[in-house]
């Protein structure tokens, strides 16, 4: 299957799937007729052939390490892929590859978000120009995919993705957005009958109801921004606090002969500032945790999306005869085995971000309880500074005090809010509703079987 790149392209339609399955090693077991079309293979030329013989030599090896390491640990990869098809000509595609019983199922689409698909471009040069030094330097194709799999990575790092993973996390599913903003959707057969008209009619209720959730979590993506912000300004808050709490007990101690019960418990307040500062890290850490993992949920439902929306098209060609009836069956059961996988790992990813909200819930109670402490004793204290004999010294001060307090007090109140706002997107799905209609299209795959 070897040739040379004509300079020609083709492009993928807006509304086209193409879907493959491999074995583990990556030859080829099942295509749709749009992958044949789009590869510009005979169907009987792919079955067999390694999934690399649409390998565009312009990719860097670097990409497919990458992916290699994502799908052999049994994760779902991502990637812009730029393919080089039977007659010369090159086409981009919008690969995810998911783990499918022993082998895999790769999904592709049109890229749609061509700034990104364009800085992909640069980033996979920068990678094959890397790879293509170090082989003229006498490295194995083994060696140069690991450099370029490093450079892929420290470009990315440039971008402000700290690995490959929150990078696919981050574009998956706005591309999967932008395909729904450019009116994509699944095209209706009311009079299909018989296990693909089925399979249409509950698939495509699947797909809404996931794509529902993905709009909910999209719209939900200024509420992870508003907790980092929230978390930022109360902090400064305390760091304001705790710098009017120092130059206090500065002033007072200067006092300590004239008000020594003043003196004495300003101590206390600052190790009680430096208390509230480390509840403040950890619960810092748990909104990076919450974000991180609500980017890993929208990633787990776009996969579950697209699956549905496979299985979708796969039945309209069935019904439309495009896909031969001899090999429709074993096709629709790959497929409907990658969507309840697709299911199972949205479901985990919801269980997960569910627990994480919870614990987020408890860290802003704990912060919360602190804060009360910190109250109370600043309210103490300042009511014995007012009575003292260094009020007057202490007039700017205590404004300053009070500013702060109040200031931590609102981000915190926001903060609680804001969590609470955030967890609900998740919290109201009806994962039960889901997992019915998922049952129906498992027990049609077996009527199929």
């Known amino acids: 299957?070897?040739?040379?790149?004509?300079?020609?392209?083709?492009?993928?339609?807006?509304?086209?799937?193409?879907?493959?399955?491999?074995?583990?090693?990556?030859?080829?077991?099942?295509?749709?007729?749009?992958?044949?079309?789009?590869?510009r293979f005979g169907r009987g030329e792919l079955i067999g052939a390694p999934h690399n013989c649409i390998r565009h030599p312009?990719?860097?090896?670097?990409?497919?390490?990458l992916m290699w390491e994502t799908i052999g640990a049994r994760r779902a990869f991502s990637g812009y892929v730029f393919n080089l098809a039977g007659d010369g000509s090159s086409y981009w595609a919008l690969a995810t590859v998911s783990p499918l019983g022993k082998g895999y199922i790769s999904v592709r689409s049109r890229p749609i978000d061509l700034g990104m698909r364009d800085t992909v471009l640069s980033v996979y040069e920068a990678a094959r120009e890397a790879e293509d030094a170090a082989m003229a330097g006498g490295e194995s194709a083994g060696r140069a995919a690991r450099i370029g799999e490093e450079v892929i990575l420290a470009e990315l790092a440039k971008l402000g993705f700290g690995s490959y993973e929150a990078f696919m996390h981050a574009f998956l599913p706005r591309e999967l957005e932008?395909?729904?903003?450019?009116?994509?959707?699944?095209?209706?057969?009311?009079?299909?009958?018989?296990t693909a008209g089925a399979l249409l009619a509950t698939g495509t209720a699947i797909e809404a109801q996931v794509r529902e959730l993905a709009g909910a979590l999209a719209a939900s993506d200024h509420l992870a921004a508003a907790l980092e912000r929230r978390v930022d300004a109360?902090?400064?808050?305390?760091?304001?606090?705790?710098?009017?709490?120092?130059?206090?007990?500065?002033?007072?101690?200067?006092?300590?002969?004239?008000?020594?019960?003043?003196?004495r418990a300003a101590p206390a307040l600052e190790e009680q500032c430096r208390k509230m500062a480390e509840t403040?890290?950890?619960?810092?850490?748990?909104?990076e945790e919450t974000c991180g993992l609500r980017h890993g949920l929208r990633f787990a439902v776009s996969i579950a999306q697209l699956q549905a929306e496979s299985v979708c098209r796969f039945a309209i060609a069935t019904i439309d005869g495009r896909e031969a009836a001899a090999a429709a069956n074993s096709a629709t059961q790959a497929l409907v085995q990658a969507l309840e996988n697709g299911i199972d790992a949205m479901h985990a990813s919801l269980d997960v971000d569910r627990e994480q909200a919870a614990r987020l819930a408890a860290r802003i109670k704990a912060a919360e309880s602190a804060l009360t402490v910190t109250t109370l004793l600043l309210r103490k204290w300042r009511a014995l500074v007012e009575k003292s004999e260094v009020r007057h010294e202490m007039e700017a001060l205590l404004p300053v005090l009070d500013a702060g307090l109040a200031a931590l007090v609102g981000e915190l109140?926001?903060?609680h809010e804001t969590a609470g706002a955030f967890a609900g997107e998740v919290v109201a799905f009806e994962s039960a509703q889901l997992q019915q209609r998922l049952?129906?299209?498992?027990?049609?795959?077996l009527i199929a079987a």
């Open 280 to 287: 403040l890290k950890g619960l810092r850490e748990a909104v």
């Open 58 to 65: 312009d990719m860097p090896g670097g990409v497919f390490r």
């Open 1 to 39: 299957m070897k040739r040379e790149p004509t300079g020609a392209f083709h492009e993928v339609a807006l509304d086209d799937l193409f879907f493959s399955t491999t074995d583990a090693k990556g030859v080829i077991e099942q295509v749709n007729e749009v992958f044949v079309t789009m590869a």
């Open 413 to 415: 109140a926001g903060l």
């Open 234 to 263: 109360a902090q400064r808050a305390l760091d304001r606090l705790e710098e009017a709490v120092a130059n206090a007990r500065f002033v007072v101690s200067g006092n300590r002969a004239v008000e020594p019960h003043v003196a």
């Open 439 to 445: 049952d129906q299209i498992l027990s049609l795959n």
């Open 178 to 194: 932008l395909r729904q903003e450019a009116g994509v959707r699944i095209p209706e057969r009311p009079q299909a009958a018989g």
